[in-house]
């Protein structure tokens, strides 16, 4: 079900103000690297870790497909070459 302007342009920037806690969080991760890996739980990290990118990934791929077009330009600086690439459609 395709998403109304203002639902993307939400979602959108619940999306952006989020990013930098993930981005903190990767890196506090990245820092226990060692202790991680002395408690063996080196693998465990890394596999949730991995789960976490496919489950992001396919959210992403969701939410391009049900975005409105607008709020795909914004979120690929106005390219519109790269929006109709990714979805089929062209700008409004």
Do not use: W
């Not at 619940?14 to 002395?38: D, F, M, T, Y």
């Not at 408690?39 to 975005?67: D, F, G, K, P, R």
């Amino acid at each position: 079900m395709p998403l109304s302007l203002p639902d993307g342009t939400t979602i959108l920037n619940v999306v952006k103000s989020a990013e930098p806690n993930i981005e903190a969080c990767l890196i506090a991760i990245a820092k226990q690297k060692g202790a991680l890996s002395k408690l063996s739980l080196q693998a465990a990290v890394h596999a949730t870790l991995i789960n976490l990118e496919t489950s992001v990934q396919a959210l992403i791929n969701a939410l391009i497909a049900a975005a409105p077009v607008r709020v795909l330009l914004v979120l690929y600086n106005n390219q519109n070459v790269h929006v109709t690439f990714l979805t089929g459609r062209t700008q409004v």
